[in-house]
C-alpha cells in the first residue's frame, strides 16, 4: 500500500492510530458496561465519558445514542421518531431511502440542491413528519442549507433529522443548533468501523425500545469502539487545506475537458464528482486502480456496486452521462503532491478517451 494513493475517504476513512490506541485500551474494560460491579461501573464510566467527548465534538448539548453506524442511526430516526409520516430529499443516502419507502420525497435542482418549492408541497400534507435531509451528499459533495431549511420544516411543526455522516465534527455550527436528530459514523472521521450515533434534541421525540443507550437500543454497548470513535473526532481536520486542493482539482480537470459536477453550489471541501465524457466510469477506475490510485463511484457505501446514480438522475443526468462520472474523496493525510498525481494520471485518462474517441 506504501505506493497506493487512496482517494477514496468518503466510503471509509483509514483509523487514526489515536482511534487504534484508545480501541487498545478500550479491550481492558472487558466487563459489561450494565453490570453493578466494580469491574462494569468502571466500564461504563468509561463508555459515558466517551460518549461525552463525542458529544462535545459536535458541539451538541442533547442527548446522544450510540449506534452500529449513521445507517442505524438514520433506521432509528425515521422509524422511531414521534412523526406520523417521513420526508425526504430525492439525493438522500440509499439507507435513508431504505428506512423509508413510503416517504414523500423532496426535488432538487440542476446543482443537487432542495427545492424550496418542493420542501413547501411536501410539508403540507397533514401530520408530523420528520424530514431527513443530508448534510454534504455523499456521492457529489454538494451541502445544503441546514438552518434555512430547519427554519421551514419548524415553521410546519416538523422534525429535522440531517445525515452528518460526511460532516467533519463542528465544521458547520447551524446543524448542532437547529436539528433534532443527527446520525453521525465514526469510519467516515478515521475512527472505527461498526460505530457511530444518533444525536437527539429531545428524547420525548423518540420511541423507546430494547435495553441499552438509555432503552433505545438492544445489545451489549461497544466500549473498544465508542473510545475509537472519541480519539478519532478529538484529532483536527484542516477544512481549509481541503477546500483549496478540491479547488485545485476541479480547475484542473476542468482545464483537461472533464465537467465538474455541481460546480455552482456550495460542496464539501474535500468531496468532488468528475464526468470525463465519453469513457465510462468502470474503465476509469480500473486505469486509475491500476496506476495505484483508489477513487470510487457512486454513493458512498455502494461504491462497488457501479448502479445508474439516483442523485444524478434526480439532478437531471441522463443514465448514460451519469455511468462516466467518478467521485474523488480525501482525507487527513492527503496532500498537494498526491493531488498532482491523481490531475497528472487523469489527463493521461482524458488524452487516451480522447484519442479513442476519434
Same mark, same amino acid.
Given at each position: 500500500?506504501?505506493?497506493?494513493?487512496?482517494?477514496?475517504?468518503?466510503?471509509?476513512?483509514?483509523?487514526?492510530?489515536?482511534?487504534?490506541?484508545?480501541?487498545?485500551?478500550?479491550?481492558?474494560? /472487558? #466487563? $459489561?458496561?450494565?453490570?453493578?460491579?466494580?469491574?462494569?461501573? *468502571?466500564?461504563? !464510566?468509561?463508555?459515558?465519558? %466517551?460518549? &461525552?467527548?463525542?458529544?462535545?465534538?459536535?458541539?451538541?448539548?442533547?442527548?446522544?445514542?450510540?449506534?452500529?453506524g449513521a445507517s442505524e442511526a438514520l433506521a432509528i430516526g425515521l422509524g422511531r421518531s414521534v412523526a406520523e409520516r417521513r420526508v425526504i430529499s430525492a439525493v438522500e443516502h440509499d439507507?435513508?431511502?431504505?428506512?423509508?419507502?413510503?416517504?414523500?420525497v423532496i426535488a432538487v435542482d440542476a446543482q443537487g440542491v432542495i427545492d424550496p418549492a418542493s420542501l413547501d408541497a411536501a410539508l403540507e400534507t397533514p401530520g408530523r413528519p420528520v424530514?431527513?435531509?443530508? /448534510? #454534504? $451528499?455523499?456521492?457529489?459533495?454538494?451541502?445544503?442549507?441546514? *438552518?434555512?431549511? !430547519?427554519?421551514?420544516?419548524? %415553521?410546519? &411543526?416538523?422534525?429535522?433529522?440531517?445525515?452528518?455522516?460526511?460532516?467533519?465534527?463542528?465544521?458547520?455550527?447551524?446543524?448542532?443548533?437547529?436539528?433534532?436528530?443527527?446520525?453521525?459514523?465514526?469510519?467516515?472521521?478515521?475512527?472505527?468501523?461498526?460505530?457511530g450515533a444518533l444525536l437527539v434534541r429531545d428524547l420525548a421525540t423518540l420511541l423507546p425500545t430494547g435495553g441499552q443507550e438509555r432503552g433505545y437500543r438492544p445489545g451489549t454497548e461497544?466500549?473498544?469502539?465508542?473510545?475509537?470513535?472519541?480519539?478519532?473526532?478529538?484529532?483536527?481536520?484542516?477544512?481549509?487545506?481541503?477546500?483549496?486542493?478540491?479547488?485545485?482539482?476541479?480547475? *484542473?480537470?476542468?482545464?483537461?475537458?472533464?465537467?465538474?459536477?455541481?460546480?455552482?453550489?456550495?460542496?464539501?471541501?474535500?468531496?468532488?464528482?468528475?464526468?470525463?465524457?465519453?469513457?465510462?466510469?468502470?474503465?476509469?477506475?480500473?486505469?486509475?486502480?491500476?496506476?495505484?490510485?483508489?477513487?470510487?463511484?457512486?454513493?458512498?457505501?455502494?461504491?462497488?456496486?457501479?448502479?445508474?446514480?439516483?442523485?444524478?438522475?434526480?439532478?437531471?443526468?441522463?443514465?448514460?452521462?451519469?455511468?462516466?462520472?467518478?467521485?474523488?474523496?480525501?482525507?487527513?493525510?492527503?496532500?498537494?503532491?498526491?493531488?498532482?498525481?491523481?490531475?497528472?494520471?487523469?489527463?493521461?485518462?482524458?488524452?487516451?478517451?480522447?484519442?479513442? *474517441?476519434?
Amino acid at each position: 500500500m506504501a505506493d497506493r494513493l487512496y482517494l477514496d475517504h468518503a466510503a471509509t476513512t483509514p483509523m487514526l492510530p489515536d482511534a487504534i490506541a484508545a480501541m487498545a485500551t478500550g479491550m481492558g474494560h /472487558w #466487563a $459489561n458496561p450494565s453490570s453493578p460491579h466494580a469491574e462494569g461501573r *468502571a466500564a461504563r !464510566a468509561a463508555l459515558e465519558e %466517551a460518549r &461525552g467527548r463525542i458529544a462535545a465534538a459536535y458541539g451538541w448539548t442533547g442527548e446522544l445514542i450510540l449506534t452500529s453506524g449513521a445507517s442505524e442511526a438514520l433506521a432509528i430516526g425515521l422509524g422511531r421518531s414521534v412523526a406520523e409520516r417521513r420526508v425526504i430529499s430525492a439525493v438522500e443516502h440509499d439507507a435513508a431511502i431504505r428506512a423509508a419507502a413510503d416517504a414523500a420525497v423532496i426535488a432538487v435542482d440542476a446543482q443537487g440542491v432542495i427545492d424550496p418549492a418542493s420542501l413547501d408541497a411536501a410539508l403540507e400534507t397533514p401530520g408530523r413528519p420528520v424530514v431527513a435531509i443530508q /448534510w #454534504a $451528499n455523499s456521492e457529489t459533495g454538494v451541502r445544503q442549507p441546514i *438552518a434555512v431549511l !430547519a427554519e421551514t420544516v419548524h %415553521a410546519a &411543526g416538523g422534525l429535522l433529522l440531517v445525515d452528518a455522516a460526511q460532516m467533519p465534527a463542528g465544521v458547520d455550527p447551524a446543524v448542532a443548533e437547529h436539528a433534532d436528530f443527527v446520525a453521525t459514523s465514526a469510519h467516515k472521521r478515521g475512527g472505527p468501523p461498526g460505530i457511530g450515533a444518533l444525536l437527539v434534541r429531545d428524547l420525548a421525540t423518540l420511541l423507546p425500545t430494547g435495553g441499552q443507550e438509555r432503552g433505545y437500543r438492544p445489545g451489549t454497548e461497544n466500549l473498544p469502539a465508542a473510545l475509537g470513535f472519541a480519539a478519532a473526532l478529538g484529532v483536527p481536520e484542516d477544512i481549509e487545506t481541503m477546500a483549496v486542493l478540491r479547488a485545485k482539482l476541479d480547475d *484542473a480537470i476542468a482545464r483537461s475537458g472533464g465537467m465538474v459536477v455541481a460546480d455552482g453550489a456550495s460542496r464539501h471541501p474535500a468531496i468532488g464528482s468528475y464526468r470525463l465524457p465519453g469513457l465510462a466510469a468502470a474503465t476509469q477506475l480500473i486505469r486509475f486502480d491500476m496506476a495505484g490510485i483508489a477513487v470510487s463511484a457512486g454513493s458512498a457505501c455502494s461504491s462497488g456496486s457501479m448502479k445508474p446514480s439516483h442523485v444524478l438522475g434526480a439532478m437531471g443526468w441522463s443514465v448514460e452521462a451519469s455511468r462516466e462520472v467518478v467521485r474523488v474523496s480525501f482525507g487527513r493525510d492527503t496532500n498537494g503532491a498526491d493531488i498532482n498525481r491523481f490531475i497528472a494520471e487523469w489527463r493521461g485518462v482524458s488524452r487516451s478517451a480522447r484519442a479513442f *474517441a476519434a
